[in-house]
């Protein structure tokens, strides 16, 4: 990244300074239609709306919804969706104002998180995230797509229930899973991908549906929770032309297909860094 970015700089110089945030005490209920504008974590901040606590994700409320062990915290409680987010945030290893570029490249590397809040007296003062660094790739790399991408990656198929997608999800830590047709066989030519699967995207479902408080007993196929209008790449393209289209399209991951529409991997903003390092 060397190429793209004075390492030297400061890390804040890079960040988002226009953070949607939320505070401790709001209710999960509250905080969703927040996830649904765009946003796939939120830091969250103390009752008094100054010290930063950590951070909430898509994810953190699929698991507290069913999906993961923080549903034992929903099922052992009243509150149900006014339940305080405070009670199911991550931790996060939050940057400070003096890091560099390249103490915060490293920092993502260790920590191996796409979102690190920069904090100054204890409050926020900027959000970076991994498509900070790679939106400053500006011209060809010599780095084909095939290289840096994930190869095999994890999938769902069309038929499975929206609550085998949030499990696999967030048991495995994805922010995001292909959904291919065609028969079960990795690796089989038939795997043509369908769409793509995001935490955000299952919430969007359960809300439309009305079911937030019923993931458990959601048996409603992938499919009808997907995006089917999938932004994608070959493999003989330069990483170069994937930032291009994640910036075009506002998206952080490309499937990466063959002629035929097979999904042959998938290529992240965090394979990007790591291409690029």
Same mark, same amino acid.
């Given at each position: 990244?060397?190429?793209?970015?004075?390492?030297?700089? &400061?890390?804040?110089?890079?960040?988002?300074?226009?953070?949607?945030?939320?505070?401790?005490?709001?209710?999960?209920?509250?905080?969703? &239609?927040?996830?649904?504008?765009?946003?796939?974590?939120?830091?969250?901040?103390?009752?008094?709306?100054?010290?930063?606590?950590?951070?909430?994700?898509?994810?953190?409320?699929?698991? #507290?919804?069913?999906?993961?062990?923080?549903?034992?915290?929903?099922?052992?409680?009243?509150?149900?969706?006014?339940?305080?987010?405070?009670?199911?945030?991550?931790?996060?290893?939050?940057?400070?104002?003096?890091?560099?570029?390249?103490?915060?490249?490293?920092? #993502?590397?260790?920590?191996?998180?796409? #979102?690190?809040?920069?904090?100054?007296?204890?409050?926020?003062?900027?959000?970076?995230?991994?498509?900070? #660094?790679?939106?400053?790739?500006? /011209?060809?790399?010599?780095? /084909?797509?095939?290289?840096?991408?994930?190869? /095999? &990656?994890?999938?769902?198929?069309?038929?499975?229930?929206?609550?085998? %997608?949030?499990?696999?999800?967030?048991?495995?830590?994805?922010?995001?899973?292909?959904?291919?047709?065609?028969?079960?066989?990795?690796?089989? %030519?038939?795997?043509?991908? %369908?769409?793509?699967?995001?935490?955000?995207?299952?919430?969007?479902?359960?809300?439309?549906?009305?079911?937030?408080?019923?993931?458990?007993?959601?048996?409603?196929?992938?499919?009808?929770?997907?995006?089917?209008?999938?932004?994608?790449?070959?493999?003989?393209?330069?990483?170069?032309?994937?930032?291009?289209?994640?910036?075009?399209?506002?998206?952080?991951?490309?499937?990466?297909?063959?002629?035929?529409?097979?999904?042959?991997?998938?290529?992240?903003? /965090?394979?990007?860094?790591?291409?690029?390092?």
């Amino acid at each position: 990244m060397e190429k793209y970015l004075d390492p030297g700089a &400061p890390a804040l110089s890079i960040s988002s300074k226009a953070i949607l945030h939320c505070r401790e005490d709001q209710p999960v209920g509250d905080v969703i &239609p927040l996830m649904l504008q765009n946003h796939r974590r939120l830091p969250v901040i103390s009752q008094t709306g100054k010290y930063f606590r950590g951070v909430v994700s898509s994810s953190d409320i699929l698991d #507290f919804l069913g999906a993961g062990e923080k549903y034992l915290i929903y099922r052992t409680r009243f509150d149900g969706l006014a339940m305080p987010v405070g009670r199911i945030i991550s931790q996060a290893a939050p940057l400070a104002e003096n890091h560099t570029i390249l103490e915060a490249l490293r920092h #993502f590397r260790l920590h191996g998180k796409g #979102f690190h809040p920069v904090l100054e007296n204890r409050k926020i003062a900027g959000v970076v995230t991994e498509w900070d #660094f790679v939106k400053h790739i500006n /011209k060809p790399t010599g780095v /084909k797509v095939s290289e840096a991408m994930t190869q /095999k &990656p994890v999938f769902l198929r069309e038929h499975d229930t929206v609550l085998e %997608a949030g499990k696999a999800m967030v048991r495995g830590g994805y922010r995001r899973l292909p959904v291919v047709s065609g028969p079960s066989k990795k690796g089989s %030519a038939q795997q043509r991908l %369908a769409g793509i699967a995001t935490p955000r995207d299952i919430l969007r479902h359960l809300s439309r549906a009305k079911r937030l408080g019923r993931l458990p007993r959601e048996r409603t196929p992938v499919s009808h929770a997907m995006n089917p209008h999938v932004i994608t790449i070959t493999p003989e393209k330069d990483v170069y032309e994937a930032v291009m289209l994640m910036g075009a399209h506002r998206v952080n991951c490309l499937p990466v297909v063959n002629q035929h529409n097979g999904l042959a991997g998938i290529i992240t903003e /965090k394979d990007i860094l790591d291409a690029m390092h």
